[in-house]
T-cell receptor
Framework: RKEVEQDPGPFNVPEGATVAFNCTYS??????FFWYRQDCRKEPKLLMS???SGNEDGRFTAQLNRASQYISLLIRDSKLSDSATYYC?????????FGQGTTLQVKP | DAMVIQNPRYQVTQFGKPVTLSCSQT?????MYWYQQKSSQAPKLLFH???????NEADTPDNFQSRRPNTSFCFLDIRSPGLGDAAMYLC????????????FGDGTRLSIL
């Protein structure tokens, strides 16, 4: 079993749709959680950290469920520019393990 | 302004010819990482440094070595590159502590002839 698992997708959604990604992690000692976004042939960039109480940044909402060991990312009102691969990351004392990535394609 | 800088952006080497990739940072972060990313795959952690303390992942091949001469610089040495080592190599940095995200460089795309 991989330490961090994601549904690879692809998710193909129309503009304006709401889309949710889930990610599970197996290491109960993990303390830090993130969502990264990676555009084609670019480096991963931090989208948002994920806090226990959940957090929101504009159209993006991240949730953490420690009991079930999963994190989620909700994207509302999808834009064409949201098309990318999204990686969840789970870490402990700095070391970060990525999930396989979920590909999102937003279509006009 | 780039804060994690990788050189070169593109590197071509011959099968079996040693190659070194470099990474520098202006963030003064004490943790530095090297990842390998192959096409359509997630970045895979090779090793990381807490200051000078080197941490190798169990499945990182012996062919891959790293050096960190000071806080700002970190090098990835591939002693005898094989065709399977062609990939994007990503350097990242972070502060220690909880909820400290990693900041990535642009990556070096390595091709093997």
């Amino acid at each position: 079993r991989k330490e961090v698992e994601q549904d690879p997708g692809p998710f193909n959604v129309p503009e304006g749709a709401t889309v949710a990604f889930n990610c599970t992690y197996s290491n109960s000692a993990s303390q830090s959680f993130f969502w990264y976004r990676q555009d084609c042939r670019k480096e991963p960039k931090l989208l948002m950290s994920v806090y226990s109480s959940g957090n929101e940044d504009g159209r993006f909402t991240a949730q953490l469920n420690r009991a079930s060991q999963y994190i989620s990312l909700l994207i509302r009102d999808s834009k064409l520019s949201d098309s990318a691969t999204y990686y969840c990351g789970s870490g402990n004392t700095g070391k970060l393990i990525f999930g396989q990535g979920t590909t999102l394609q937003v279509k006009p | 302004d780039a804060m994690v800088i990788q050189n070169p952006r593109y590197q071509v080497t011959q099968f079996g010819k040693p190659v070194t990739l470099s990474c520098s940072q202006t963030l003064n972060h004490n943790v530095m990482y090297w990842y390998q990313q192959k096409s359509s795959q997630a970045p895979k952690l090779l090793f990381h440094y807490y200051d000078k303390d080197f941490n190798n992942e169990a499945d990182t091949p012996d062919n891959f070595q790293s050096r960190r001469p000071n806080t700002s610089f970190c090098f990835l040495d591939i002693r005898s590159p094989g065709l399977g080592d062609a990939a994007m190599y990503l350097c990242a940095t972070s502060s220690m502590g909880r909820n400290q995200p990693q900041h990535f460089g642009d990556g070096t795309r390595l091709s093997i002839l």
